[in-house]
């Protein structure tokens, strides 16, 4: 049987389906009689959904963009 | 589509290139930063695009157009360093346990001996609503090791699939893994004090 141990090492894989049948129905067992787990699960799922949700900007001026345009034409005009 | 915007650069036109420009650049500096750091990013993505440029004829779309140019940027950058001798095992996952959870959360059978709280906030949107838990996230974000924060970026920032991200990286399937999980867990773990504290 699994321990809650393992249960956090494989939440990632358990999450990304990335996991045989077997061992699929294992991690539901014990998060199904562990409600420790199932609160980890549901917080850690949560924490996935956020951080995709975090995704940083790296600010492009509209400069910045002409700047970098010009540059790239110029190298394609190069042999 | 992808065919046509390469023939459009190919045949000079300025409204492609200002598209691959707004369409990669912020991604491309964003993967830089995090695997050569701030000061020569931009060093890097000039490269990168150098190259981007130069062998846009040998684009075959076999993967996507930007999995291509986002392998091109971790090429360039990774030469960088291993000219600087900076990269001794750049995304190397054997040192490190899958899990970043405190090993002393769990008793010597491996159960919880410190079982997770109990959050306030019931969703994302209310959990990044508090202004403190964003300020603890990005030190988070911040601190984690370089390799753990590009997959993160690839795999959750951008939805980027697993294989792709190997393929931009060149790193194997259960390094990249263990390293995504090390990153998320470090964000749980960040939450979970923050909610109980
Ligand atoms: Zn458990």
Known sequence: MLTCKDITQKATDYNDKHMGLWQRMQFKMHVLMCHHCRRFMHQFERTIEMTQQLKPSVPCSDSSIDEQVKRLMNINHKP | ?197
């Not at chain 2, 150098?50 to 075959?60: A, H, M, R, T």
């Not at chain 2, 971790?74 to 490190?96: F, H, P, Q, Y």
């Open chain 2, 1 to 197: 589509m992808e065919q046509e915007l390469i023939e459009q650069l190919l045949a000079g036109e300025e409204a492609a290139f200002r598209q691959i420009v707004t369409d990669y650049q912020g991604i491309m500096l964003q993967l830089a930063r995090n695997i050569v750091g701030d000061a020569i990013a931009d060093e890097v993505v000039q490269e990168a695009w150098v190259s981007v440029i130069k062998s846009l004829k040998k684009f075959e779309g076999r993967s996507s157009l930007k999995t291509w140019i986002l392998t091109i940027v971790s090429n360039c950058a990774k030469t960088r360093l291993r000219k600087e001798a900076r990269s001794v095992a750049w995304g190397d996952a054997s040192d490190i346990e899958a899990s970043a959870v405190s090993p002393d959360r769990f008793n010597p059978k491996g159960f919880w001996s410190n079982t997770p709280g109990h959050w306030q906030s019931a969703s994302p949107e209310q959990l990044l609503a508090s202004e403190q838990l964003r300020e603890n996230l990005d030190k988070s974000l911040q601190q984690l090791p370089g390799a753990q924060r590009t997959i993160l970026q690839l795999r959750d920032f951008e939805g980027l699939p697993m294989d792709d991200i190997c393929k931009i990286l060149q790193i194997s399937e259960s390094n990249s893994r263990v390293l995504l999980h090390r990153a998320r867990t470090k964000l749980w773990q960040t939450i979970d004090e923050l909610e109980n504290s």
